[in-house]
């Protein structure tokens, strides 16, 4: 009898983990690069200093792309499971044979190779997983074997891993919206346990803020419905729901839902709030902001 059998749920639990786990690893490169040089913009960082800290920042880089690699197989098992968890274990002429004398965990048997995993889903659950994913899932795949079959794995920027996160979210994690899940995931965090939630939003807000800037205008359409050819403005909700202690700097991730001037219903894609606010223009006059809400310019944050 084969026992310990995972159930979908599980996988796709597990899964989940290493991906978040890369974004986070993904977000820390980030924030490093950017702490470190913020002190010295008034020099500018030269051009080789920043390919200098992104070459050493490669092992971590590839272990997060390693991760994103190992959860999209989770995930993907996760709905193979959902069928029936024995299709992931393959020929039984390989199976141990205490599964027929006695017990045998799940675990001890030898699981689907990833590069048959598209197959397998796609020939047993509907809608299939299309050819875009599928070149998609063969190349992260090649990379994470270069990662650990080679000395010398190639070079990973830090928009490839948020790119390949967000690919990998939007097929397989796409249950709920992307910001909404790190904002669970920071309010169930280790620091959680300890009472720090305060830093929550401000933590959320920097992430989503790093990664659109490192994406196409395209991929941020895609990914987080954000329009780069539109202005975007301080969200009040998520303004009031962070720590402003030591937050100077707020992204502008806030857009008007229509084109139309004089547009008063701003959408933020984080906190998913819509605003009304009033359009008017900011008291302090070196500031070209024209929307206030909550007695605060949403473009500097000034009070009004
Ligand atoms: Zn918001
Ligand atoms: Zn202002």
Redesign the pocket.
């Known amino acids: 009898m084969i026992v310990d059998i995972p159930t979908a749920a599980d996988f796709y639990a597990a899964g989940l983990k290493q991906v978040h786990l890369a974004w986070q690893i993904a977000m820390q490169s980030l924030r490093d690069y950017d702490d470190a040089t913020y002190y010295k913009l008034a020099y500018e960082t030269p051009e080789e200093a920043t390919a200098d800290f992104w070459r050493r920042s490669q092992p971590l880089l590839a272990n997060a792309y390693s991760l994103i690699q190992h959860g999209m197989e989770l995930a993907l098992k996760g709905r193979i499971a959902a069928v029936t968890p024995y299709l992931l274990i393959g020929d039984p002429k390989d199976w141990p044979n205490n599964a027929a004398n006695g017990t045998a965990s799940f675990g001890e048997f030898r699981t689907l190779d990833a590069v048959d995993l598209v197959k397998v889903h796609n020939s047993v659950i509907a809608p299939p997983l299309d050819n875009d994913f599928k070149v998609f899932w063969d190349q992260v795949r090649r990379d994470r074997n270069r990662i650990m079959h080679s000395a010398e794995p190639g070079t990973f920027t830090p928009a490839e891993v948020v790119k390949t996160i967000l690919t990998a979210v939007d097929v397989l994690f796409h249950d709920i919206p992307w910001p909404r899940r790190l904002l669970q995931m920071e309010y169930e965090s280790k620091f959680a346990s300890l009472g720090f939630v305060d830093d929550a939003q401000n933590n959320v807000l920097f992430e989503i803020g790093s990664a659109i800037r490192q994406l196409t205008p395209a991929e941020a359409k895609r990914f987080f419905g954000f329009d780069n050819d539109l202005r975007g403005y301080v969200c009040p909700y998520c303004y009031f729901a962070a720590n402003r202690d030591w937050q100077d700097e707020w992204p502008h991730l806030a857009q008007f839902t229509t084109k139309t001037p004089g547009a008063t219903s701003l959408y933020c894609f984080v906190c998913e709030r819509t605003t009304e606010v009033e359009r008017a223009a ?1 008291l ?1 006059e070196a ?1 070209k ?1 024209d929307a206030i809400a909550e007695g605060i ?1 949403l ?2 944050t ?1 009070l009004q």
């Open positions: 900011c302090d500031c902001g310019c473009t500097c000034r």
